[in-house]
């Protein structure tokens, strides 16, 4: 008979049905907790782009050398920016990932700006004499430089310092962002046999107690060395005592070559009227906040200047010619005095807003002395005198060359003859083009050229 297996009833039962209830119970419960997190991850990522798109500003690329904008900073349309203070400490001109302060209704945040450069360098290629047996260095071939950012120079293709031929080399310059131009040059080497010219050294007279400009209104050229040295030998001056010393200068250039000048300088005591600079600066502060405004060119700061002292100065014949402070301090506080007052005051205003400038004295003294200033711009040494004059011809002196002066010295009465030796190399390209004097405007804004 054949043999059968009892069923063993003590051993629990399962039955498909329930197996399937149970892995399917687990199923679900499985299910519903993945879907419970996966929305929570969701409903996470959606609040924190929402937040972030609730940010009034974004993050923005912007040139080397362009300026900030809040604008720039705004999400979609969004308006109504300003940007913190800090933002103004900003060099636009060095490259780098910035955190800039926006505010927006009263509230600041944080954006990130990033500066860039992409637009390699531009420059002019000079035609130069340079110095056989002298290193020549690439940097003194090329002039008027412009890149938002520092710029280098270095040789791209070599001059070849055996031949006296004349040759073109190329110069690379290398911007910041590694954006590069190569600039051909023109290079002739000669035997330097001559010395460099010092202009401008002149007898001096100081206070006892105060410093000494001895470089102001010095210069050095050369033929063939762009930049030759200078020095001076003050050693035997004593500042603090009366009496007259002797002051040396010395020029040497690349090849050796050297040329010598010496001038006097007289120490004397301090006027019973003196006034000290900080002093006349402190005078003339209101006056200075009342005409020169942000974003001037110094063009524009030396025409305000020009136009404030030419007429809101009295002339009458009184002033004491001891020192410029003291002519400058009347003007500030008596508003009013001769020709040394008026070039005081003008030498006060311009040394506050940074812009070199030197005395000129007249050399025909037969009749009347005179003073007036020769002002430097960044671009050669021009006449500037604000002192008004009487007579039919016009009565304009700012920013004058050598010959628009002496045109103008001669129609009144030889009012500003000068020794050409003792000072700078004067610009002898107009800029009057620019000048308007019947609005006491500065027209055009191409710089003067030397």
């Not at 008979?1 to 498909?16: A, G, H, I, N, Y």
């Not at 690439?138 to 412009?146: H, K, L, M, T």
């Not at 330097?192 to 010092?198: F, S």
């Not at 524009?300 to 009458?316: G, M, Q």
Request: net charge negative.
């Amino acid at each position: 008979m054949p043999l059968t297996r009892e069923r063993d009833e003590s051993r629990p039962r399962t039955d498909k049905g329930d197996i399937a209830e149970k892995t399917g119970g687990a199923r679900r419960q499985g299910i519903s907790w993945r879907v419970r997190a996966f929305f929570v991850v969701l409903l996470a990522a959606v609040a924190a782009a929402l937040a972030v798109n609730a940010r009034p500003v974004r993050a923005t690329t912007m040139e080397a050398g362009e300026t900030i904008q809040a604008e720039m900073f705004a999400r979609q349309a969004q308006g109504d920016l300003e940007l913190g203070p800090e933002a103004a400490d900003i060099d636009t001109g060095v490259l780098g990932t910035y955190k800039v302060p926006v505010v927006y209704k009263g509230k600041t945040y944080e954006a990130r700006l990033t500066i860039v450069d992409t637009v390699p360098p531009t420059a002019t290629g000079r035609v130069r004499t340079a110095a056989f047996g002298t290193a020549l260095a690439a940097e003194d071939f090329v002039e008027d430089i412009r890149d938002a950012t520092a710029v280098t120079a270095a040789w791209q293709q070599e001059p070849d310092v055996e031949s006296m031929e004349p040759q073109t080399a190329v110069v690379r310059l290398t911007d910041a962002g590694g954006n590069h131009t190569d600039v051909p040059v023109q290079v002739t080497l000669v035997f330097d046999t001559t010395a460099p010219v010092i202009r401008g050294v002149k007898n001096m007279e100081a206070l006892l107690g105060e410093s000494v400009a001895y470089r102001e209104g010095v210069t050095v050229t050369d033929e063939t060395d762009p930049d030759p040295v200078l020095t001076v030998d003050n050693s035997g001056v004593d500042l603090d005592a009366e009496g007259v010393y002797t002051v040396y200068y010395t020029a040497t250039d690349a090849a050796g070559n050297i040329a010598t000048a010496s001038a006097t300088l007289t120490m004397r005591q301090k006027p019973a009227d003196y006034v000290d600079e900080q002093t006349v600066y402190e005078a003339a502060q209101e006056t200075y906040d009342s005409i020169i405004e942000d974003g001037m060119t110094d063009m524009e700061k030396a025409f305000a200047i020009y136009r404030w002292v030419k007429y809101y100065i009295d002339y009458w014949d009184e002033s004491s010619h001891d020192y410029w402070t003291v002519g400058a301090y009347q003007a500030f506080t008596r508003r009013g005095g001769d020709c040394y007052v008026y070039f005081s005051a003008a030498k006060a205003l311009l040394n506050m807003a940074g812009i070199e400038n030197i005395e000129v004295d007249k050399v025909n003294t037969t009749h009347s002395r005179h003073y007036w200033l020769l002002v430097n711009l960044g671009d050669g040494w021009y006449h500037l005198d604000p002192c008004p004059r009487k007579g039919t011809a016009a009565d304009n002196s700012f920013m004058l060359t050598d010959a628009e002066l002496d045109a103008y010295s001669r129609a009144h009465d030889d009012s500003n003859t000068f020794d050409p030796s003792l000072y700078p190399e004067r610009a002898t390209r107009s800029v009057q083009y620019m000048v308007d004097y019947d609005s006491f405007q500065i027209v055009g804004q191409d710089a003067p050229a030397a």
